[in-house]
């Protein structure tokens, strides 16, 4: 069963319809860009086997990509220092 054209589009709200193509296309990544462990590392001033440590017990999410190398994200990791903070007000 086919829908013609013009019916579809009055179907649809105009809103729906407006695209914006000066954005990259990075599906289910988000916006944020994925970082090395040792970007990771220099960004939060924290040795490798600190945050592979983390890794391991799934503290921070990691990503795999085909490679076998690890991705983190630095919202995963700052998520995780300020849910380990400890004292204080929070």
Known sequence: MSVPKNQLLRSVA???????FDLPFRPLLG?????TIA??????????????RAIKV??????????GRIRL???DIDAAIEASRGGGEK
């Open 31 to 35: 916006h944020e860009p994925l970082l």
């Open 58 to 67: 799934k503290t921070i999410p990691s990503y795999r990509l085909g490679n």
């Open 39 to 52: 970007e990771a590392c220099a960004v939060f001033n924290l040795r490798p086997h600190i945050l592979r």
């Open 14 to 20: 105009p809103a729906q319809l407006e695209l914006n």
């Open 73 to 75: 994200r630095a919202s």
